[in-house]
């Protein structure tokens, strides 16, 4: 009689424990399915945000925040007829219309103007020691620039590193870089960071249709808040966008100059942001790409 209770207790351990494993693999067998779908959907959004931007380029000569890629919402919308129990939401972002931060030598009063936004909070001689720390950061040498620094300074940090000397990859490197608080890159609910604004990529040109106020502002010091809000009137009301220089037709700006070889009209690289959605999971997929003479490249890819 004990033997026997033991044998059907072993046996009542083993099938429960066979029991649990095989709910195991089912559950992981059918979170690879799932993972696997939404993989998709969020590629699916992806590409079809490469064909929009494809398409822009046949149509127009010029970018403007009034075309088909910069409303997320209407080309996402019809996304869910596209699957059985999934969707995709996508948002392009224009980063011709930000500023090129490893151009710092040629666009230094630019970058200037733009640290030195309120919205930043940082005074005349903080604005000067970030660049002196950016311009050593980015320059090849290992001389250090006034308040600047150079691998001596980063190898006495918490955990050393050195000096990258070359341009930034990515923009988040610049959270390595002496003065650069998380803060002031990534900002707080009331105001963004200088991420929002910022951009690795770009021959340093900017794409005055796009740019955000804060941009436009940063063109020139003879800009001011209310001339920027009008250029946001004017911009939005117009079809025709193609001249770089609309910017003088703004009531009160026919004075006003920005230097030509700072502004244009078109954009060469976005960031396209495709989240695929299905039941409560989300996969969500970022690229950098560069769209020239209608051809389209990737330059960087991540999955989330």
């Known amino acids: 009689m004990i033997l026997t209770i033991m044998i059907i207790s072993l046996i009542v351990v083993l099938t429960l424990d066979f029991n649990v494993s ?20 969020a590629r699916s959004g992806f590409n079809y945000a490469l064909a929009v931007l494809h398409e822009d380029a046949l149509e127009s000569d010029f970018d403007s925040l009034q075309e088909d890629w910069a409303y997320s919402k209407v080309i996402s919308s ?63 040498d290992s001389e250090i620039t006034g308040f600047g620094a150079e691998s001596d300074y980063y190898q006495k940090m918490e955990r050393p590193y050195s000096c990258k000397n070359a341009p930034l990859e990515f923009l988040e490197e610049l959270l390595r870089v002496k003065g650069v608080t998380r803060k002031l890159f990534f900002g707080t609910k ?83 942001i495709s989240e695929g959605f299905k039941e409560s999971m989300i996969k969500l997929i970022t690229g950098i790409v560069e769209r020239s003479k209608g051809a389209l490249r990737i330059l960087s890819w991540k999955i989330e």
Not at 22 to 41: A, E, H, P, Q, W
């Open 22 to 41: 095989m709910r195991t693999y089912l559950f992981s067998s059918v979170n690879l399915k799932d993972g696997i779908k939404l993989g998709c959907i």
């Open 78 to 140: 019809n996304s869910d007829v596209m699957f059985e129990d999934g969707r995709f939401k996508i948002q392009i972002k224009d980063h011709s219309g930000r500023i090129q931060i490893n151009k710092l030598d040629n666009r230094k009063d630019l970058i200037t103007r733009f640290l030195s936004s309120e919205q930043f909070d940082l005074d005349p001689e903080e604005v000067s020691m970030l660049l002196d720390a950016l311009k050593d950061w980015i320059d090849s």
């Open 190 to 272: 009331e105001n963004p960071g200088i991420s929002n604004y910022l951009t690795t990529h770009g021959d340093g040109k900017i794409n005055i249709n796009t740019a955000d106020p804060l941009v436009l502002r940063a063109l020139s010091d003879q800009i001011n808040r209310e001339m920027v809000e009008k250029m946001l009137a004017y911009r939005e009301g117009k079809k025709d966008l193609k001249d770089p220089k609309w910017y003088q037709k703004v009531p009160g700006m026919s004075h006003v100059t920005i230097d030509p070889e700072l502004v244009i009209t078109t954009s060469t690289h976005f960031e396209i």
